[in-house]
């Protein structure tokens, strides 16, 4: 007997399960208010040289002084890094004579004066990091993906070895830490330390929510499960509009966005550990437990199960047995999947953050683009759920994110003129990435067995981190093209959603236990029928 059969006797979608995932949704509103939190953290105003007063100066207007201070850009506005050695008076008589000597013409000598009409403050305008240190400025969000980075290596592995419920708590008590320590920062490099440890604490909770609740889900309902906790990250992208909206000084837009971690924290206490971790890991007297709680909330009062039976239901891990990421590429199934799904995740999440760190590139207001890309995720990922249910997940996959570059690519070529046409587009862009990211949770967590599911989720998730470090940094390349980050963007995503086609399907397949499972369709033998519609593993696997 399966896990799968277990849950159909306990009801596989009962109340017990609405109940956890509610409670598991909580933290995944967390996430977005600090994964896209650099769009308002280090929002950079409108800025220009500081200019010490001269005796001169005195029956000048502000205007004229900036007029006769700061050289003029070729439309008409101020330049942000650059100033006159020397006043230059003659500009009062005629300004339209800018000067050709470039000598006289100088970086920032005094500071910079910005413009708190939207910001009170954000960490540009606290440290100066514009101009020369521009590169700083975008560093920012580079240092918490690779916190993010780093954490899906280690909650990965950890969670696969000590349990979802206690990494899933740790990950929300350190993301409460060391998010509290961000917003006390008192220098540039406090800042940074500790926006990578938040990203290390979070990404065990993006890490963790989808497995822990699917883990709990019959079959029927894991893709309803996946996509309703995917609408709760949407609900932070707009919370988060709101909240930055509100709240216009940096410290305590900080702490607004990390103090619901303590809501989650309080409220995982009822949630219980996963029992199909806990039977494949051979803890079936506490499986046992948790298994009879399910039935008594789903109604099932009259189910019972025996240890020795989860016993025999667990999968042929021998005694001080552990597996760990190099176990991701020891068999050849196993092994193909791992680099497909590794580049898919990469593309997926390279596209994404571009297009989400990117809320003034397509003309509209920066709170109001948050929000209408958090909004729009909703209906992408309601066609997802009926599209991965239909057509499959990997079909689904990759012409999700070959659109996102394709409406990436479209922005390229669309004339700036066109002012309505550019963020219908965008929109759309950011609609296929967010259906690409929802199904690229779900279809991960189906591919790898229990055993190695979160070590898989941690090496897939430590790609995307990778892709979203690297998504703030190539802004800096419209130094050498200006469209040269949009083709990028549009470049990767195309390709690795290519890739996605090369991975098996999964849709109405069981979860895989071990590595047996996975292998097994490589070799002859009986078939696994699939739960709900009895078709072959082995021929869903091709």
Request: contains cysteine.
């Amino acid at each position: 007997m399966k896990f799968e059969d277990l849950l159909l006797e306990i009801d596989g979608f009962g109340r017990f399960q609405i109940f956890i995932l509610f409670i598991l949704c909580l933290p995944r509103i967390n996430l977005p208010m600090h994964f896209l939190l650099h769009n308002f953290l280090a929002a950079t105003p409108s800025h220009h040289c500081a200019i010490p007063h001269q005796e001169a100066f005195v029956n000048l207007t502000m205007e004229e002084v900036l007029l006769i201070s700061i050289p003029q850009e070729p439309d008409g506005t101020y330049s942000s890094c650059e100033m006159f050695s020397q006043p230059q008076f003659h500009l009062l008589l005629n300004s339209s004579l800018q000067p050709e000597n470039n000598s006289i013409i100088q970086h920032c000598q005094h500071g910079w004066v910005y413009d708190h009409s939207q910001f009170t403050s954000t960490i540009s305008t606290q440290w100066d990091l514009v101009c020369e240190q521009r590169g700083l400025n975008q560093a920012t969000a580079t240092f918490f993906f690779i916190g993010v980075t780093m954490g899906a290596v280690i909650f990965g592995y950890l969670s696969d070895r000590f349990g979802r419920k206690a990494m899933l708590l740790v990950s929300l008590v350190f993301s409460l830490i060391f998010g509290m320590l961000s917003a006390a920062s008192v220098s540039y490099s406090m800042l940074a330390i500790t926006r990578t440890l938040t990203g290390v604490a979070l990404s065990g909770v993006s890490l963790i929510i989808l497995p822990f609740g699917m883990e709990w889900v019959d079959i029927q309902h894991r893709t309803f499960s996946g996509i309703l906790t995917s609408i709760f990250w949407s609900i932070g992208n707009m919370l988060l509009a709101m909240v930055a909206y509100l709240v216009r000084e940096w410290h305590w837009l900080l702490v607004a966005v990390t103090g619901p971690c303590l809501l989650s924290i309080v409220c995982l206490w009822w949630v219980p550990e996963s029992a199909r971790w806990l039977i494949a890991n051979g803890k079936v007297k506490q499986a046992q437990r948790h298994l009879l709680q399910c039935a008594r909330m789903n109604g099932r009062k009259d189910f019972t199960v025996s240890p020795e039976a989860l016993r025999r239901m667990s999968t042929n891990k021998k005694p001080g047995q552990s597996y760990s990421y190099i176990s991701l590429f020891r068999t050849p199934v196993l092994r193909k999947i791992s680099l497909c799904s590794g580049a898919v995740w990469f593309g997926v999440a390279f596209s994404y953050y571009g297009m989400s760190m990117n809320l003034t590139g397509f003309g509209l207001n920066m709170y109001l683009s948050q929000f209408v890309f958090g909004i729009i995720e909703i209906p992408a990922k309601m066609i997802m759920y009926v599209l991965v249910n239909r057509v499959g997940r990997r079909q689904s996959q990759a012409w999700a994110l070959i659109l996102t570059g394709l409406s990436i690519g479209a922005n390229v070529i669309i004339p700036k003129t066109f002012t309505s046409l550019r963020p219908v587009v965008a929109i759309m862009g950011k609609g296929f990435s967010e259906a690409a990211f929802t199904t690229v949770f779900l279809y991960t967590s189906e591919l790898y067995p229990t055993i190695l599911r979160q070590n898989g989720m941690g090496y897939t998730s430590f790609v995307a981190r990778l892709g979203g470090a690297l998504a703030p940094l190539v802004f800096l390349l419209d130094e050498v093209w200006r469209s040269l980050p949009e083709v990028t963007y549009c470049g990767v995503a195309v390709c690795c959603g290519s890739v996605a086609f090369l991975l098996p399907e999964t849709l109405n397949v069981r979860l895989p236990e071990g590595i047996e499972d996975i292998e097994k369709a490589q070799v002859k033998g009986p078939p696994q029928i699939s739960a709900r519609k009895g078709v072959p593993l082995q021929s869903l696997l091709k």
